[in-house]
T-cell receptor, first 113, second 115 residues
Framework: DGGITQSPKYLFRKEGQNVTLSCEQN?????MYWYRQDPGQGLRLIYY???????QKGDIAEGYSVSREKKESFPLTVTSAQKNPTAFYLC????????????FGEGSWLTVV | KQEVTQIPAALSVPEGENLVLNCSFT??????LQWFRQDPGKGLTSLLL?????REQTSGRLNASLDKSSGRSTLYIAASQPGDSATYLC??????????????FGTGTRLQVTL
């Protein structure tokens, strides 16, 4: 089945560690997005990409990094520079244009211990 | 900069009521507007997508309308059920001739349908 797979679903990070969240899609979508959601809050855009080897910072990119080496993959690294990384992370993909649906993964919970 | 606002932030209704959720946006240069549902701790599930040239879309008990000129969309839920309890979000896809197009989300309306 086509869709977006995020892994892991739950992740614990120690202070000072970098962790990488995986996002893979088999929908042949050009555009991919990472959002952060804090409890009871809306979605905030971290990074987005519309083409392989190109990506742009969103509204809260500090402390995060991404790569887009393959069309189907858009991993997010939460670095030690991110001071408050505990949150729910969501990956989305779509093809930009009229009538194209946005799809989301199931999300990854990151907790700092 | 595109701003998307959803009103009300929270809503509680008794089962069986019809209800309307509102979404407004500031920049009408959009490809589409999409409504989502989010259950606690889960990802977003797409409900309805309206292209900028369309006025409304329907799926079962849901009807979404779009007035691009005024920057407004509504999601109408008929005969609400307890299973409709969730957070509802709207998102717009901007037309951008430069780099990648942003998806801009509202902050959501948290709906509770009581027995």
């Amino acid at each position: 089945d086509g869709g977006i797979t995020q892994s892991p679903k739950y992740l614990f990070r120690k202070e000072g560690q970098n962790v990488t969240l995986s996002c893979e899609q088999n929908l042949n979508h050009d555009a991919m997005y990472w959002y952060r959601q804090d409890p009871g809050q809306g979605l905030r855009l971290i990074y987005y990409s519309q083409i392989v080897n190109d990506f742009q910072k969103g509204d809260i990119a500090e402390g995060y990094s991404v790569s887009r080496e393959k069309k189907e993959s858009f991993p997010l690294t939460v670095t030690s520079a991110q001071k408050n990384p505990t949150a729910f992370y969501l990956c989305a993909s779509t093809n930009i244009g009229y009538g194209n649906t946005i799809y989301f993964g199931e999300g990854s919970w990151l907790t700092v211990v | 900069k595109q701003e998307v606002t959803q009103i009300p932030a929270a809503l509680s209704v008794p089962e069986g009521e019809n209800l309307v959720l509102n979404c407004s946006f500031t920049d009408s240069a959009i490809y589409n507007l999409q409504w989502f549902r989010q259950d606690p701790g889960k990802g977003l599930t797409s409900l309805l997508l309206i292209q900028s040239s369309q006025r409304e879309q329907t799926s079962g008990r849901l009807n979404a309308s779009l007035d691009k000129s005024s920057g407004r969309s509504t999601l109408y839920i008929a005969a609400s059920q307890p299973g409709d309890s969730a957070t509802y979000l709207c998102a717009v896809v901007m037309i951008n001739t430069g780099t990648a197009s942003k998806l801009t989300f509202g902050t959501g309306t948290r709906l509770q349908v009581t027995l």
